[in-house]
């Protein structure tokens, strides 16, 4: 592994100089062209998306009929296999008593630890899986590393297309001393289906998860602006640079096994247009949406935001929000029109917009578009 | 092209280093000098002008009457071709209600989008460019690259002086599967009157606008403090940087014509006369104001504030602001006296003086001035 | 000593960069592991603790009782026997009073200034070591420089564990044109029990303090939130490059020696679980705490948080702030579990997720965890 | 001159790298010091000064009673002899109209361009200075630049001990087209009385004012929190390297005379103790203080403030302030005690400390201190 420009803290202890996506930016080039010359579209596997969107798995956004939404609008929606909609035969009242809670202020956590104490059902999971395959969209559910082999052959039966085992941290070497571990190597090689998986936070882990051969590696640990990981634990992943370090292991892998591409999908506080721009621009080839999808009039929340760590039982650490008003309905925050200029709309037309400025026709040469760092993000001043 | 600073941001992915405007200041110098002695003049082809100052084309600071003042004022005013004055016959009450729907808050992007959907009409062209050519001023006008082939012979009819072809981003190769795009080099070399072209945003295309023939090339993406192009298509030109580039472009293209100098102008958040002289001193020829003269009395939006693409039917993003308060005159704003201290009056006396305090005799020779990164701007605890 | 990043600020001028401690990030490596297979016990001198804290010696969160508990949680708990405890026989009216006085805003210096006027007695001293001991806890008391040769032979005689000897900053010689300075080197070779002393800010100061026989050393100059030293004496210790610099003089002395090993203990704005991983991961051994005790249900000052150097007679600088409310146990904020997601309850059982995460088994193989510098925090947008 | 740190801000347009005074700090070194064993005192050249410091001209904090209060505390002061004392045979009313305009916003500009088109009065000059000699106390008054011919006959009768000549940017070659322009270097030669002269701001200006024969040479632009140069004019002085090139030019000076040494008086945002001990740190022998200072119980605008340059009559430029209340008597404020712990109080008995804590005697030696870039101020998150 080539060396990136490191920093030495103290007396012969090192740090690798990190960049967030707000850091970078994407410079237009010598070209334009046409916005309808332009194409978003990426395909992981068999499965074709006219967008290069990923939802986050969680209950705060993801429901089946919001997973349905997401695919009709050319994206893929994962519901979270371990959330509220396989815990609950009915969670709409879960939905009310957290939305009421969190009218004001951000709900408690402790009333996430509350309803997530209660266990998930493995026929809930089968019939959330039916729902949205009857609707003729491509399903995807996540499953946590540590249930995986619990509840994988569920998910599978249940006719799954994408499977995506995501926590927020995930290394192909989990240690213990308890029994065995999950083998992913082993697990994904005995699968019919094509697997997700992550969070990874360096071109060492990403390249390890792409040996286990999944199709997509999930790079970040999934910070949202309200995450407390940072505060809690230490850690901190600069998107930026972790979506590069994931693309120079795609390139190695891709040569090390003579062509087998695996996608890297970045996940961690992507939340406008132009943050989805900057991460592609750094070499993903599909983002994580979470917070951004709650301003939905679709939202099963109803613009409350939690993530599904912040329901940790010792340790919450993901963030929570009071719920933001509704934007639009779902295709119009991903597919436009906008009517304001925040970069909260349209969000995928923006994307298209971006590329055809710079003179790309698609998301795989857009990754090699120019890119700056520095320049304050201008309206830092605005009423 | 000489290489500037860059930046792993991952592995093998690079990124140039950028500066914006407010990251660089004048450094003074060995010698003082009397502002009396000081000339801040500058001309583009025939046209000479006291101030080196360019409107933006944005509807609400330049009316024909505006564009006057400025020229009278000793600088160049630009009424955009494309703007309320020539979609409407009496543009005064969409003005109106523009300033009353934004008193409070800035104005809705959804109203701009609605007062722009009326087409634009030639006939209003002709009179509105009549208008400032009776007054006795260089006159200009601005048209979209999209709009170009289509206005400018009505343009050209109605005896303009300067043609300014603005967009947000301007290529000298613009890519369309619909047809033929406009050719910027021929057209140019059959039109009788001078051109001014933009934004551009680095060195290479600042070099091949250079090279259709364009006697000015607009640097920047012209962002104001409300704009939100960097949210919403994560574009971001640190503005000291890409002047610098383009006045290196200049250099290039003077030696490899043998003697044709193509001018420079900044646009992008410059707000304080300390901004202009910064632009200035990293090497424009000129600076584009547009924000900054909302606070003249005459300015006919009454001090609200839109840039055009904020109008844009399906991706606004542009900024918008309720109004500032009249600070004085459009000559007061300009020439001073002030009666504050905080930039925004006085704009190019102020910049006389930092041209005397740092013993520059004119604007080519400013350009060379000491320049230093880092220092907290002043003021910023201030009461 | 291998010279570190320099930065020439004028000619022939140098500084070092340094770098705090919410500069640099933890970035989890190949490997996860099992939270129940990770051990945090450290260990110094003969003494054993299953956390690795120790506590400021600061009145506003220590008293003999909140001593024990620490010490029963597993840290070791530091009263300063030059505090409230040891100047009033009962200090509950003096904390009553400052709680009174801090309720709304901080309490003020003057205030402080006036209760630690009364001097310190001796057999209190006495007495509140013994009913430490007695509840069977590992003791430790905190002297200053300038008092250490008037109160250790007390300190001593009343059967203490460890002697901290901490001032803001303490070097390993004192000059004084006054009679004779504290010799520390022979002051510790004549005592039985261990020593820990500081603070230090730098690899030569630290080295130098290993050298006088310590068996841990203190780093950085105990600024916290509300520390004023920055603005009152222009001191500052970027603490990730002082806990570095002070591993690496630990390292040199255990060469110079044949194997003695002091521990680093680090100390300055720790606030949070995350702060804490970082500083181990910089290097520490241990962390010493004090303002974020302050919310521990048992702290004597009932959440008002002021540090010693704030009741200086002639130039306080340590700051204050009015109390936060309770936030559980000193054990649920030591030990978890949290119900909040802040990073400030389970202080250590986060450190012990954090060490899981990345993959390391204790404490001294954590300090070799992978570093990034950059990123902003995330959460600072937080509702 | 040897070359800092440059940045290449665009191709080819080079940019030093500077720092300003809260970028650096001052790190403890091995030793330390009785606080009763260090001096502050300085020497310019036949007066003797207990703390390096010399006041702004500023007339919100200098009046005849003033200036002599800071002699008496070991100071110098500078009465402005184009101030409001010298255009006013009773200013007293004057200072009460501002007072008034000033009580809840700071004073409007327009009446400080008012109040300071009362022309400046000879007889009143000679008044003032006999006022302050009789008082025992070294006398010094500062003229603008412009004005010293006129006026430094009238305060060299008038028996003054040192003349500060100063502007806001002086250099030792002013040209202009309008008759001669003042020879500093021969009007210096012939004065039997020490000059000290300023702003410089690098390394040329300051080697060219020491050059002129100045006892002093003032390095800065005079920049306090409330300024409005950057804005204005786009000038900014980093103050840390200001100095540190100031004190080379001085080293060489001292070189190429043989023994000539210029005392560099740093001037600019210099508002706590804790500046006041970097600002001497980085090479400087002296500061200049005006802000700070305004505090004082006896400060003659009673805690209004203004910069002179705010009252330019075309383009004002300095900044102004609503009233702070009183911290104390200006003795306190300079020499202690304390009562808070800001860095606003006890000023030089908080340098002092700083000295003592990093082991150093005198001033001359303190210049040598370690210092580090980087950290963030303590304090920032304080309540």
């Known amino acids: 592994m080539p060396a990136r420009d490191t920093v030495e803290i103290g007396?012969?202890?090192?740090?690798?100089?990190?960049?967030?996506?707000?850091?970078v930016s994407i410079v237009p080039s010598r070209r334009t062209r046409d916005v309808d010359d332009v194409s978003t579209a990426w395909q992981i596997d068999a499965f074709r998306f006219e967008i290069p969107l990923v939802t986050s798995p969680s209950d705060a956004v993801v429901s089946p009929a919001t997973a349905i939404a997401v695919g009709q609008a050319g994206g893929l929606g994962v519901l979270n296999a371990e959330g509220l909609w396989t815990r609950y035969d009915d969670p709409l009242p879960v939905y009310r008593q957290l939305r009421e809670a969190g009218a004001e202020a951000p709900p408690p956590v402790s009333?996430?630890?509350?309803?997530y104490a209660e266990p998930v059902k493995a026929d809930l999971i089968g019939a959330r899986i039916k729902e949205m395959r009857d609707a003729g969209v491509t399903t995807a559910v996540r499953v946590s590393p540590q249930h995986t082999e619990l509840l994988a052959p569920t998910v599978l039966a249940a006719g799954v297309?994408?499977?995506?085992?995501?926590g927020t941290i995930v290394s192909a070497e989990h240690v213990t001393t308890q029994g065995a571990a999950l083998n992913l190597k082993s697990f994904i090689a005995d699968l019919d289906v094509p697997v997700i998986v992550g969070g990874a936070a360096n071109y060492t882990t990403a390249l390890h998860l792409m040996r286990t051969g999944a199709a997509g590696v999930i790079v970040g640990v999934g910070a949202d602006s309200f995450s407390t990981g940072d505060a809690v634990m230490g850690i901190r992943v600069p998107l930026a640079s972790a979506i590069a370090d994931a693309a120079a292991a795609r390139r190695d892998y891709l040569d090390e096994t003579g062509g087998r591409y695996v996608h890297v999908i970045a996940n961690g506080r992507i939340e406008t247009s132009g943050a989805i721009a900057r991460a592609l621009a750094c070499g993903a080839d599909a983002v994580q949406l979470g917070e951004p999808l709650r301003a939905a009039r679709e939202a099963p929340?109803?613009?409350?935001?939690?993530?599904?760590?912040a329901a940790h039982p010792r340790l919450p650490r993901g963030g929570t929000s009071a719920p933001v008003p509704?934007?639009?309905?779902?295709?119009?925050?991903?597919?436009g029109p906008a009517e304001t200029s925040d970069g909260r709309t349209n969000l995928f037309g923006a994307l298209r917009r971006t590329m055809?400025?710079?003179?790309?026709?698609?998301?795989?040469?857009?990754?090699?578009?120019?890119?700056?760092?520095?320049?304050a993000p201008a309206g830092d001043s605005a009423d």
Chains 1, 2, 3, 4 share one sequence.
Do not use: C, H, M, P
Request: net charge negative.
């Open 161 to 166: 297309d994408l499977l995506v085992i995501q």
């Open 301 to 309: 929340a109803s613009g409350v935001w939690w993530d599904s760590v």
């Open 356 to 375: 055809a400025k710079t003179g790309y026709r698609d998301l795989k040469e857009f990754q090699r578009v120019d890119l700056v760092i520095g320049g």
């Open 111 to 115: 009333l996430l630890q509350q309803v």
């Open 11 to 23: 007396l012969n202890r090192f740090a690798r100089r990190g960049y967030d996506l707000d850091e």
């Open 326 to 335: 509704a934007r639009g309905s779902l295709e119009q925050l991903l597919l």
